[in-house]
């Protein structure tokens, strides 16, 4: 006898994919609110811990909302540290890298995150990666090496070296988020990461602490802001969209980067720059494919 159907709650392809193209405008004006303001002289952990801080009102008020607060009782905080260690490690590095790298340039070795992840779901999970996204992943890397440009002379070590260390970092992060995510809910997983980014950047600056000036500490804040909505709407991209339907968008993030960065800064990508970027979405959208046809598989096989 088959197993009862199980009914889907009802999709909206196109508000999910609004809301994810938000979400990486939002992403991309972060970026940019890092890069302006570690040039005037804050510290990379003061700013840390300024987009965590008020990253709590958007996620306080949508956990109010929608799932209440009862959504935070855990049973793996060791879990949720592994978590947070990991993805701060990205965020630490990626903004960084933005001080030291075009907008456009920090934003596109972003795109790596799904080649490492891929490459961490074997080596960590164990999970069979066939030689259709193994063929991707070399694919990809290959385009991070035209972005790298790897020539004396003509790269920036430090900052390649961050942005990577990001994209690794994120992967990571990806791959801790579905170790714990069988018994922990998105909000729950988003606040202690959020709580651990703010005690970090917190300690972090104890230290080295710089006073902004008005138009910077508001800056500072509206990066928290914006940088909790952003989350916000990549979660509920996902609630009201399929994954395959939404992720692809995710690239529209070097869109953003780039008319936010010829605006503010007058940078222009480089040619290398976009032809690596575009290797690079193509392999990670690849990959996603080949992921969705490998569960549609398993579904059917257990059908």
């Known amino acids: 006898m088959a197993p009862p159907t199980v009914q889907l709650p009802h999709q909206h392809n196109g508000v999910g ?21 570690g040039q005037r002289g804050v510290p990379v952990f003061e700013i840390i811990f300024f987009r965590n801080l008020f990253a709590f009102v958007p996620l306080g008020l949508y956990i109010w909302r929608t799932t209440h607060f009862s959504v935070l009782r855990t049973r793996r905080p060791i879990g949720h540290l592994t978590r947070s260690a990991i993805g701060l490690f990205g965020m630490v590095c990626g903004f960084s890298a933005v001080q030291h790298l075009p907008l456009t340039e920090a934003t596109a070795f972003n795109f790596a995150s799904p080649l490492f992840m891929t490459a961490l779901s074997a080596l960590v999970l164990r999970e069979p990666i066939g030689r259709h996204r193994w063929g991707a992943v070399i694919v990809g890397f290959l385009g991070v090496l035209i972005m790298v440009r790897p020539q004396p002379g003509h790269m920036n070590l430090v900052g ?27 909000p729950t997983i988003v606040f202690y990461f959020t709580a651990a980014g703010a005690v970090l950047g917190l300690v972090g600056s104890a230290f080295n602490w710089v006073t902004p000036d008005p138009l910077t500490f508001a800056l500072l804040v509206l990066g928290g802001l914006i940088g909790g909505v952003g989350q916000l709407l990549l979660t509920e991209a996902i609630r009201l969209a399929p994954v395959g339907v939404v992720a692809p968008f995710d690239y529209t993030q070097l869109i953003w980067a780039t008319a936010i960065g010829f605006l503010v800064w007058g940078e222009l990508p480089r040619a290398a720059t976009v032809v690596g970027a575009l290797v690079v979405a193509a392999s990670g959208v690849y990959i996603l494919h080949r992921e969705l046809v490998r569960r549609r598989s398993a579904s059917v096989a257990v059908v």
Request: hydrophobic share 60%; net charge positive.
């Open 17 to 37: 994919i609004a809301y994810r193209v938000m979400a990486m405008a939002c992403m991309a004006c972060l970026s940019a609110i890092v890069k302006w303001t």
């Open 160 to 186: 390649v070296s961050l942005a990577l260390g990001s994209a690794v970092g994120a992967a990571g992060a990806m791959v801790a988020i579905r170790q714990i995510a069988a018994t922990e809910k998105g």
